[in-house]
């Protein structure tokens, strides 16, 4: 419980307290940014882009949306390496427990693939 009443904030102080990143001055920006904050790494880029476009913060919020719906686009790109590699591991997964336990599955595998005939060109 706290016994120094001065030290205490007033209703008016805490209705004058920011809420919104787009308020927040720079330098605490930039701080919640470099710790991890993603809001704040996103409302650094939009003054960034303020800045260099010479605009609001409006417009600037608007190119940032612009900047990141394209940004998503390539996405599916980017993530083909990583779905080639689950779909593999499930289909191999999957694939191997018949060809290990069902004997007639092993037979005709290996029939096939293991001791299969070499063709041999010269």
């Not at 689950?86 to 599955?105: C, D, E, K, R």
């Amino acid at each position: 419980m706290c016994t120094n009443v001065s030290n205490v904030v007033t209703k008016e102080q805490a209705r004058q307290m920011v809420t919104k990143y787009n308020q927040m001055p720079n330098d605490v920006i930039l701080m919640m940014a470099v710790g991890g904050d993603q809001e704040a790494k996103q409302e650094r880029l939009i003054r960034e882009i303020m800045k260099v476009d010479d605009v609001e913060w409006n417009p600037a919020y608007l190119k940032f949306i612009e900047i990141m719906k394209s940004n998503r686009e390539l996405m599916f790109f980017a993530s083909i390496p990583y779905h080639v590699g689950l779909y593999s591991a499930l289909i191999g997964s999957a694939l191997s427990v018949p060809l290990i336990f069902h004997y007639s599955t092993v037979k005709h595998f290996n029939e096939l693939f293991v001791t299969a005939g070499m063709t041999v060109y010269y």
